[in-house]
């Protein structure tokens, strides 16, 4: 069986790390190592606060109504998915 390996998401999209030390995450029901999600590597992380950075401007001259419609929206993917985000949850949790 193949351990899933978690990446990390930066500027929008999913980034598969270069990063040489990963971390495992456990079943908490049996202990089992179910992924390894890498430790970013320091250009990772400069390329994460770079995205954040460039994002910041756009966002801060978004309108309140605006913000509360993604907001609303986000919340509204949350509620729709529920049942398998508590799966995730519980997988890596317990």
Do not use: C, Y
Not at 28 to 40: D, E, F, R, S
Not at 81 to 94: K, M, P, R, V, Y
């Amino acid at each position: 069986m193949t351990t899933q390996q978690i990446g990390h998401f930066i500027g929008g999209k999913p980034m598969a790390s270069r990063a040489e030390r990963t971390s495992d995450v456990f079943n908490p029901a049996t202990g089992a190592v179910t992924a390894k999600v890498a430790l970013a590597t320091p250009s990772e992380l400069n390329a994460a606060v770079a995205a954040a950075h460039a994002a910041f401007p756009a966002w801060s001259q978004t309108s309140p109504l605006r913000r509360a419609r993604v907001m609303f929206k986000f919340k509204e993917l949350l509620e729709e998915h529920s049942d398998q985000l508590a799966a995730l949850i519980t997988a890596e949790h317990g």
